[in-house]
């Protein structure tokens, strides 16, 4: 982020802008808990919720396993999410790649707020199918190939206003190569059918999250750093690349101000804040607000700007190009 002062009231800067990923979450769904399905309470609660639980092999559970260690891995390490993975002895209940009845709601909401989680992300099944080894010859060399199909069956509950996000099974396919002078020698060149599903499982989780990773893109925007103290207390953080302190400041001063004018800045601001994070049509509201209040040419090519953005986002769901299921 580069701040060049423009006048005495306003500051251009480059900042980071959030861009949709494929499958969009709710944006404050942020912190989430990664398990597989499982039975979230026990004794007479259990029985009565859930009947009795079904067995599965132990190569299935690690594989769940692995599925989920590594998309919480993924999730955390850009910082878009905060995410907590969870494993139980008793998980993935149904052991096919379909989606069951979803989990009742009482239970979701007490582990929602156990673990300080907006949402629940829960491998509710999945599959793993090998196909044939097939060879082809090139230039005198054999090369031995076959896939991994995983199928993975996903919900993300939002517990708190009891909505399901996404309800979808997702197909991922690992190829898997290996070359040698002879169908014999290509062959071995693969991976062991343990590494490999293994390693197909990983490649799904990681294939998921960029399906719900966002992105980001340099852009130029103004905000308002002076006209109040706390507009220059909010300036100060911005600096230091506090955003979350600086909105709290723009927000209390939106709405709180005695000065229309300050609020009116303020709430600019506040429309800034909103677009970094991806929350385009609170961004809108508070751009228009401050048109409302004391408009100038800054905010009416602001509001334009913005509905555009919510225009062709919308354009793109309805293409499908993006998928919004809430």
Request: aromatic fraction near 10%.
């Amino acid at each position: 982020m580069l701040p060049v002062v423009c006048n005495c009231q306003m500051q251009k800067i480059t900042v980071n802008v959030y861009t949709p990923p494929k499958l969009v979450l709710p944006p404050e769904v942020n912190a989430l808990l990664i398990t597989s399905r499982y039975v979230p309470a026990t004794g007479p609660y259990e029985d009565l919720q859930w009947g009795a639980y079904e067995s599965v092999d132990s190569l299935k559970w690690k594989l769940s396993e692995s599925i989920v260690d590594t998309l919480a891995k993924r999730m955390a390490a850009d910082n878009f999410f905060m995410v907590k993975a969870v494993h139980f002895p008793r998980m993935l209940r149904n052991n096919t790649a379909q989606l069951p009845e979803p989990l009742p709601w009482e239970g979701l909401v007490t582990l929602s707020k156990k673990e300080l989680v907006q949402g629940l992300l829960i491998i509710e099944g999945f599959d793993l199918t090998k196909s044939p080894v097939g060879f082809t010859t090139r230039n005198g060399a054999v090369t031995a190939q076959y896939s991994m199909d995983v199928k993975i069956a996903v919900r993300i509950y939002e517990a708190d206003i009891q909505r399901i996000v996404d309800d979808s099974v997702y197909s991922f396919i690992t190829e898997f190569q290996g070359v040698g002078a002879n169908e014999q020698e290509a062959e071995k060149q693969l991976p062991d059918d343990l590494s490999a599903r293994f390693q197909a499982c990983s490649r799904a989780a990681e294939s998921y999250y960029l399906m719900i990773k966002p992105g980001e893109v340099p852009a130029k925007r103004y905000f308002y750093h002076k006209g109040d103290s706390l507009m220059l207390v909010a300036s100060k953080a911005i600096g230091e690349g506090k955003w979350g302190r600086a909105e709290g400041k723009w927000k209390w001063l939106a709405y709180n101000s005695k000065d229309t004018v300050i609020q009116a800045k303020a709430s600019f601001n506040m429309a800034l804040a909103c677009e970094r994070d991806g929350r385009t049509h609170q961004a809108a509201g508070f751009a228009k607000r401050s048109q409302r209040l004391n408009p100038d040419k800054k905010t009416v090519k602001y509001v334009d700007l913005l509905d555009r953005k919510i225009l062709e986002y919308n354009n793109l769901i309805r293409q499908k190009i993006i998928i919004k299921k809430w």
